[in-house]
């Protein structure tokens, strides 16, 4: 049969047959690929979600990156001021470090001369303490007296009239700070204190000894501070210049105290050296 049809009729038939075969592999074609669409399709569900879950998880991390991003210029900013810095550092460094040898030898020095302040002072200790006790054991007396020239103030004022009891009673009242801080002599004098302030022997005594450790120092600037915690006051020694005076080494210290219930006390006190290597009171 095949060998009757004319050349074209088998072209034809061929053809067709092979049509219906590319027609069959698309059918085939079509049908994987609604099969696949189809599993697509109720996949995409799940990908729906899990991309809502993705955005969702991504949304606070752009937010961070966003505020991030925003302290990074002010961050840059802070790092490039402490770059200048750094050099400025470092030279203040280097020079701390030169003055530590210095400050290491006059700490020395200074700690030396309080041990020789302390062993110069350790001896007179019992014979400050029986001072103390003699003076309290001895205040009784002299406020009985007191009483007793009080009672007699009507007498006084008949005899030698107002303005001689006036300068009994203003003895009266003054001789207790006379005695026990010394107010008109020593340190108490030279720095400006009368009546009026509670200093007393004691604080005295340990103002002094400030001086003498400022003075020992010898540097501008040294400092030494006191406190007595009996009468309550406190103060400090500044040695703030030093100068000459016939060739001889002069100071001048600045003397400050608080008192318990009085004003604070502030003064600059000059001294210099005599031969004998002693300090006396000078004037500028």
Known sequence: MWRKLTPSDQARFLAMALLSVALFALALALASVAYQVGALRQQIPELLASVEQTSQKVEPVLREVGAIRDLIPPILEESKAIRELVPGVVTEVREVRKTLPPLVDTSAKAINNASDAVR??????????SEIRKTREALPGILDRADQVIGHAGTVRQKAGEAAVQGVISGIVTAPFRLIGGVGKGLAGLIGLDERHEFTAADERLASAATDTVIENGQVGAQSSWRNPESKNRGSVELIEKWTRNGQPCVTLRHRIEFRSTPTHEKN???????????EAATR
């Open 269 to 279: 006190i000059h001294l210099c050296q005599r031969p004998d290597k002693s300090w």
């Open 120 to 129: 110069v002072i350790e001896p007179r200790i019992p014979a400050v303490l």
